[in-house]
C-alpha cells in the first residue's frame, strides 16, 4: 500500500494518496464506525468488529472500502490507519455534517463556524482525533426528506466552499432516496460543483428510474447501496434499477456499496454480499464487464481527484 504522496490524480486514503489504477474493487458507501442519538444501542463503536468486517471482505476480494460517517459521529479516526495495515485494504475516510437530528443543538452552532475551513482542513491536513497526516477522501452531507433544510443548506454550502479548495467530491445522504434534483440545483447551480464531483446516496430507496436516468444524465454518480439490509426495499429493485440505467447508456454513473449503519446490521450480509452474491448475478445476467465497472473502475474516478493545494495561512 502506498503511503506517501501518490500522483497528481489520487485517491486520498488514510494511509496516503493512491493511485486509483490500485484501488480495486471497492465497497462505495459504508460504514465501519457510526454512532447517533436515533440509533440508541445500535452503535458501530467496536474496532475488532471493524477488523472482522474488513478482513471477511478482503477474502472475498475487496481491495477498498469508503466509510461515509462524518464528525461527530464516531467515525473513530485514530482507529482506521490500524485497521487498513491489518487487513491490506484501503480506507477512505470523510469529513462533513450529517442531518441535524444526529447532533446535539449546542455542538452544532459550535460547529458551524468556520465549517468550510474545518471541512478544508480535515482534508488536507488531517482528521480531528486522529494521527497527524490522517486525511479525509471525500466530504459527507445530507439531504432532507423530499426537501432541504436550512441546516442543509448551510452544511452544503461548506462542502461546495471545501470542494472549490481541494478538489474532493461531495458524497450525499438522500433520506429514503428523496431530494436528488433539490441537492443537484443547491451544489451544481447555485454553487458551481461539477455534477461528476457529486456522488447521490440511497437512490435504489426511491426506485423512480426516470428520475435517475436524468440524474445519471446530468453528470453525478448514483450509489446504489444497503442490499439486503432488513426493512429497506432494495434488493427486489435493484436489477431493475441497474438494467435501466445500463440500456441507457448510464453504467459508467453507478456505484455499489453495503451501508451498514448498526450494530444489528452487522448480522445481515454486509460488503461481503457485494462479491459473494451481487457480483457474480450482475455477470451473469449483463456479462463480466458490468461488476468490474461498477465495483473497480467507477469508484476509482468517483474517488479521484487532483488534490488542490491550499495556501498556507489559509483558513482552516
Known amino acids: 500500500m502506498n503511503a506517501t504522496a501518490g500522483p497528481s490524480v489520487a485517491v486520498r486514503t488514510v494511509l496516503g494518496d493512491v493511485d486509483p489504477a490500485e484501488l480495486g474493487v471497492c465497497d462505495a458507501h459504508d460504514h465501519l464506525f457510526l454512532r447517533s442519538p436515533r ?20 477474502a472475498a476480494g475487496g481491495r477498498a472500502f469508503v466509510q461515509w460517517t462524518p464528525a461527530g459521529m464516531g467515525r473513530a479516526s485514530g482507529a482506521l490507519p ?13 469529513t462533513g455534517l450529517h442531518q441535524a437530528v444526529h447532533y446535539d443543538p449546542a455542538d452544532l452552532e459550535r460547529r458551524y463556524a468556520g465549517l468550510a475551513g474545518f ?45 472549490h479548495a481541494t478538489g474532493a467530491p461531495i458524497a450525499v445522504h438522500h433520506e429514503l432516496g428523496t431530494a436528488a434534483p433539490d441537492v443537484l440545483d443547491l451544489l451544481c447551480e447555485r454553487h458551481g460543483v461539477p455534477p461528476r464531483r457529486v456522488i447521490l446516496g440511497h437512490l435504489n ?7 435517475h436516468r436524468e440524474l445519471a444524465a446530468a453528470g453525478a454518480f448514483l450509489a446504489l447501496d444497503g ?23 448510464h453504467a459508467d454513473r453507478l ?23 451481487l457480483a457474480p448475478r450482475l455477470a451473469r445476467e449483463f456479462g463480466p464487464e458490468l461488476p468490474h465497472r461498477l465495483l473497480t473502475a467507477n469508484p476509482a474516478r468517483a474517488f479521484a481527484v487532483a488534490w488542490r493545494a491550499v495556501p498556507a495561512g489559509a483558513d482552516s
Open 255 to 277: 456505484l455499489l456499496g453495503g451501508d451498514t449503519t448498526t450494530r444489528s446490521a452487522r448480522h445481515a450480509p454486509g460488503p461481503t454480499h457485494l462479491l459473494t452474491a
Open 205 to 211: 430507496r426511491h426506485p423512480d428510474l426516470r428520475l
Open 227 to 249: 442490499p439486503s439490509r432488513a426493512h429497506h426495499a432494495t434488493d427486489h429493485h435493484l436489477f431493475d434499477t441497474v438494467a435501466a440505467l445500463v440500456e441507457a447508456g
Open 39 to 58: 440509533l440508541p444501542g445500535e452503535e458501530l463503536d467496536d474496532p475488532a468488529a471493524a477488523e472482522q468486517v474488513l478482513r471477511a471482505f478482503a
Open 82 to 94: 490500524g485497521l487498513s495495515r491489518a487487513t491490506g485494504v484501503h480506507l477512505v475516510a470523510a
Open 119 to 163: 471541512f478544508t482542513a480535515e482534508l488536507t491536513t488531517g482528521l480531528h482525533g486522529a494521527p497527524g497526516g490522517v486525511r479525509a477522501g471525500l466530504i459527507k452531507v445530507a439531504g432532507d426528506y423530499h426537501g432541504l433544510d436550512a441546516h442543509t443548506r448551510r452544511v452544503m454550502a461548506a462542502a461546495a466552499e471545501a470542494h
